[in-house]
């Protein structure tokens, strides 16, 4: 009896074992974005492929000084504007020279507040402008745990807004803090509190004075936060040396980072390197995004394209009674013939590429159900395709078919901003084909563009074999990708 519960016993530790073993294996290959790498040299390779990897270009920047390391934005979406009639406000904490706040107070109409637990320099009340405020106190991160953080001396920035009652700061600038040490606690409490959603610009400093590796990933932590948090994009970064560029020297290195906040769509938004931005985790990534679809459609309307392809209508968008587009954006010169299989008809246009295939101009007409049909026959740009087939009062299905010059044809697409009057875009491409790690990144980043139009992934699947035409390996298997509306806020009306 003793030996047949050992033997029981035996088999279930074994079995747990291998459970464990199994969700180890699971939980190694899902994409963790956040993972603790093995040692302090991967950390500082992580963090700085996020420091030195532009996500914003701004075409448009003003250098205020000489002596400062914060160009200031100006581009017209996600800048600030400084030639408005409001008056910015600026808040300036730790500032290790005055040159930014001085040149900035005195040559814009912004108001600068200073907070600082230092003396300024001696003239600085001499020369300083009426613009520009200095306050002798600390700002300290909003820790529940620091009882101390609003006495005579220190302050949380929360505080600071109270008293200031500013509900907006269009550049928040961190230089130095009371503990140099834990110098990446302020922005992450700022993030998480939500302060940042009142704040446009954030300039500040990454001081890494050691090679430690809870030190790194902290700084790691705070800037993913900042991206994806609170969604804000890099858009310039300076450093102390030339030389702090080299993963082996960033000991002692200063590191002085400047984001704006939200630029629309129509801007392209690289996103940071997957974790340490080697291809197996670009890849990981990209998989964990396509596979992680939450959007359902209860109502699916049946549409046969050509006698080859069926498209799925979602019908969940169509939330009142109008009219429905549906419009077709192809390269091949074929006749097309579009049959409704339910109760749901469109109307249907035709965008369809030249020769030298989306380039240059398109050819754009309407057609009916059965493609005998064909009328308003224009030769035009495609934007002017786009515009014209929309309709802003009428529910907007989009379906390409363009296969190769799929990634081109989207990044035209997005940079029109076209896309806010679609509810649902419905694409067949070969996704995996000539994807590699210079553009894979890349890729990802116009699929997360997508989703800034308040369009979710629906459907990311192997099209049916009659649709797959020559198309028979994995990396040429041709896909489905499918985005529906889900919030009717940034649609154009």
């Known amino acids: 009896?003793?030996?047949?519960?050992?033997?029981?016993?035996?088999?279930?530790?074994?079995?747990?074992?291998?459970?464990?073993?199994?969700?180890?294996?699971?939980?190694?290959?899902?994409?963790?974005?956040?993972?603790?790498?093995?040692?302090?040299?991967?950390?500082?390779?992580?963090?700085?492929?996020?420091?030195?990897?532009?996500?914003?270009?701004?075409?448009?920047?003003?250098?205020?000084?000489?002596?400062?390391?914060?160009?200031?934005?100006?581009?017209?979406?996600?800048?600030?504007?400084?030639?408005?009639?409001?008056?910015?406000?600026?808040?300036?904490?730790?500032?290790?020279?005055?040159?930014?706040?001085?040149?900035?107070?005195?040559?814009?109409?912004?108001?600068?507040?200073?907070?600082?637990?230092?003396?300024?320099?001696?003239?600085?009340?001499?020369?300083?402008?009426?613009?520009?405020?200095?306050?002798?106190?600390?700002?300290?991160?909003?820790?529940?745990?620091?009882?101390?953080?609003?006495?005579?001396?220190?302050?949380?920035?929360?505080?600071?807004?109270?008293?200031?009652?500013?509900?907006?700061?269009?550049?928040?600038?961190?230089?130095?803090?009371?503990?140099?040490?834990?110098?990446?606690?302020?922005?992450?409490?700022?993030?998480?509190?939500?302060?940042m959603k009142r704040v446009n610009q954030v300039y500040f400093s990454v001081l890494i004075d050691r090679i430690d590796d809870d030190y790194l990933y902290a700084w790691y932590r705070t800037l993913y936060s900042l991206f994806h948090k609170a969604n804000f994009r890099l858009y310039h970064t300076a450093t102390s040396n030339q030389l702090c560029l080299q993963v082996t020297l960033m000991e002692s290195c200063m590191y002085s980072m400047s984001w704006?906040?939200?630029?629309?769509?129509?801007?392209?938004?690289?996103?940071?390197?997957?974790?340490?931005?080697?291809?197996?985790?670009?890849?990981?990534?990209?998989?964990?995004?396509?596979?992680?679809?939450?959007?359902?459609?209860?109502?699916?309307?049946?549409?046969?394209?050509?006698?080859?392809?069926?498209?799925?209508?979602?019908?969940?968008?169509?939330?009142?009674?109008?009219?429905?587009?549906?419009?077709i954006i192809r390269v091949a010169r074929s006749p097309v013939t579009v049959q409704f299989l339910d109760r749901l008809t469109c109307d249907v246009f035709v965008i369809q590429g030249s020769e030298l295939g989306m380039e240059g101009d398109v050819t754009v007409f309407r057609t009916n159900s059965g493609g005998n049909s064909v009328t308003n026959v224009q030769t035009l740009s495609l934007n002017e395709a786009m515009y014209k087939c929309l309709n802003p009062d009428a529910y907007n299905f989009l379906y390409t078919d363009i296969d190769t010059e799929y990634w081109a044809l989207m990044s035209q697409v997005l940079d029109s901003a076209v896309l806010q009057g679609v509810d649902q875009i419905l694409s067949d491409l070969s996704l995996w084909e000539h994807i590699n790690m210079n553009n894979i990144r890349q890729r990802f980043s116009e699929l997360k563009r997508i989703n800034a139009y308040g369009l979710e992934l629906y459907e990311y699947s192997d099209l049916p074999e009659s649709e797959r035409l020559y198309f028979t390996s994995l990396k040429h298997k041709k896909k489905r990708l499918s985005f529906i509306r889900t919030s009717q806020n940034l649609k154009f009306k």
């Not at 706040?101 to 300024?120: G, L, M, Q, W, Y």
């Not at 269009?170 to 998480?192: A, C, G, P, T």
């Open 1 to 195: 009896m003793n030996r047949r519960k050992r033997v029981i016993a035996y088999l279930i530790g074994l079995a747990v074992i291998v459970y464990c073993g199994v969700q180890m294996m699971y939980m190694k290959d899902v994409y963790s974005p956040l993972q603790v790498l093995a040692d302090a040299h991967s950390e500082a390779k992580r963090l700085m492929r996020f420091i030195t990897a532009y996500h914003f270009m701004c075409n448009s920047t003003m250098i205020l000084s000489n002596a400062t390391n914060w160009p200031l934005c100006l581009e017209q979406d996600g800048g600030i504007n400084l030639d408005s009639s409001t008056t910015r406000v600026i808040y300036s904490i730790g500032p290790s020279n005055y040159d930014f706040e001085d040149a900035i107070a005195r040559n814009t109409s912004c108001n600068v507040f200073v907070f600082s637990h230092e003396k300024p320099p001696s003239d600085f009340f001499l020369t300083k402008s009426n613009n520009t405020h200095f306050i002798r106190s600390a700002i300290v991160p909003n820790d529940p745990a620091d009882f101390s953080r609003n006495s005579y001396e220190t302050q949380t920035l929360n505080n600071a807004l109270g008293i200031l009652k500013h509900k907006t700061v269009d550049i928040l600038k961190i230089e130095h803090v009371l503990d140099q040490r834990r110098s990446y606690e302020l922005l992450y409490y700022l993030i998480n509190d939500g302060v």
């Open 260 to 327: 704006v906040k939200s630029p629309s769509p129509r801007t392209f938004i690289m996103y940071p390197p997957a974790v340490d931005g080697t291809y197996k985790n670009e890849m990981k990534r990209l998989e964990d995004y396509l596979d992680n679809k939450e959007k359902r459609c209860k109502d699916v309307y049946r549409v046969h394209v050509t006698d080859k392809t069926t498209l799925d209508l979602c019908g969940d968008v169509m939330k009142v009674s109008k009219s429905c587009r549906l419009v």
